[in-house]
């Protein structure tokens, strides 16, 4: 009888802890972008792709970068650390005022982060690019693109579209692979609606710069416009409607 008690004891703590691990289980990409709420790239014919930093504002590379997109008539998103945008407010100001996005990457880019602190971090970067350009953030990116249910609905709640990249759109330059490297990852991989992952800041951002200063005219010569997520967003938008 006791033997039967402690087996039945057993199967119960089994089938607790199955039911927990499949509640605990992140719903993944397909669920997410069914619902709207991440976004990895878009479906589109129309040649626009979205160009986004990292890990900014960079008194170097950031103003390099600024330059090279203004050449080329380039818009971008810049993720930016709340830390670093207090520090280098007048880069966040002239990113706003060139036309660029300006998101949320957490005020100190923790690499763990619990709910409770990505929800005061979202909200202490926010009132700092808003103090800044009269305007608030409304995409956020997850530190190293580490995310479940957990950061994803804490974003949600606090009013963000969580922004990821294309997978096959990882310049990987915080690596420093080379602008050989960098340059043909981003060129033989460019689709329609792609969204690219690059950082200007975080370390030596020398080969990102480089690397931009080969894939800008050639995207531009193979018809390419350079977009923000917003405007991405709205071509995704405009080409459902159309569909319809």
Same mark, same amino acid.
């Given at each position: 009888?006791?033997?039967?008690?402690?087996?039945?004891?057993?199967?119960?703590?089994?089938?607790?802890?199955?039911?927990?691990?499949?509640? !605990?289980?992140?719903?993944?990409?397909?669920?997410? $972008?069914?619902?709207?709420?991440? @976004?990895?790239? &878009?479906?589109?014919?129309?040649?626009?792709?979205?160009?986004?930093?990292?890990?900014?504002?960079?008194?170097?590379?950031?103003?390099?970068?600024?330059?090279?997109?203004?050449?080329?008539?380039?818009?971008?998103?810049?993720?930016?650390?709340?830390?670093?945008? $207090?520090?280098?407010?007048?880069? &966040?100001?002239?990113?706003?005022?060139?036309?660029?996005?300006? !998101?949320?990457?957490?005020?100190?880019?923790?690499?763990?982060?619990?709910?409770?602190?990505? $929800?005061?971090? @979202?909200?202490?970067? +926010?009132?700092?690019?808003?103090?800044?350009?009269?305007?608030?953030?409304?995409?956020?990116?997850?530190?190293? %693109?580490?995310?479940?249910?957990?950061?994803?609905?804490?974003?949600?709640?606090?009013?963000?579209?969580?922004?990821?990249?294309?997978?096959?759109?990882?310049?990987?330059?915080?690596?420093?692979? %080379?602008?050989?490297?960098?340059?043909?990852?981003?060129?033989?991989?460019?689709?329609?609606?792609?969204?690219?992952?690059?950082?200007?800041?975080?370390?030596?951002?020398?080969?990102?710069?480089?690397?931009?200063? $080969?894939?800008?005219?050639?995207?531009?010569?193979?018809?390419?416009?350079?977009?923000?997520?917003?405007?991405?967003?709205?071509?995704?938008?405009?080409? @459902?409607?159309? +569909?319809?």
């Amino acid at each position: 009888m006791k033997t039967l008690v402690i087996k039945v004891l057993i199967l119960i703590i089994f089938i607790f802890c199955i039911a927990y691990a499949s509640s !605990a289980m992140d719903k993944g990409r397909p669920y997410y $972008e069914k619902k709207g709420y991440v @976004l990895w790239g &878009i479906k589109t014919d129309e040649k626009v792709i979205a160009l986004t930093f990292d890990d900014g504002p960079h008194i170097t590379y950031t103003t390099q970068i600024l330059d090279l997109l203004e050449q080329y008539d380039a818009k971008a998103t810049f993720f930016v650390i709340g830390e670093r945008a $207090e520090k280098y407010q007048d880069l &966040i100001y002239q990113m706003a005022h060139d036309g660029h996005e300006i !998101a949320n990457h957490t005020y100190t880019h923790p690499l763990k982060i619990t709910p409770g602190k990505l $929800e005061e971090e @979202l909200k202490k970067t +926010n009132e700092i690019i808003h103090d800044i350009t009269g305007t608030y953030p409304i995409f956020y990116r997850p530190v190293g %693109g580490s995310y479940n249910d957990r950061i994803i609905n804490t974003a949600i709640d606090n009013g963000y579209k969580v922004i990821m990249w294309s997978w096959h759109q990882d310049t990987e330059d915080w690596k420093t692979p %080379g602008v050989k490297k960098i340059v043909s990852k981003v060129l033989s991989g460019a689709n329609p609606g792609d969204i690219v992952l690059f950082h200007d800041a975080g370390g030596d951002r020398t080969q990102t710069v480089q690397a931009l200063e $080969e894939i800008l005219p050639e995207l531009q010569k193979q018809g390419y416009r350079f977009v923000t997520i917003s405007e991405l967003i709205e071509v995704h938008t405009m080409s @459902l409607s159309e +569909n319809k």
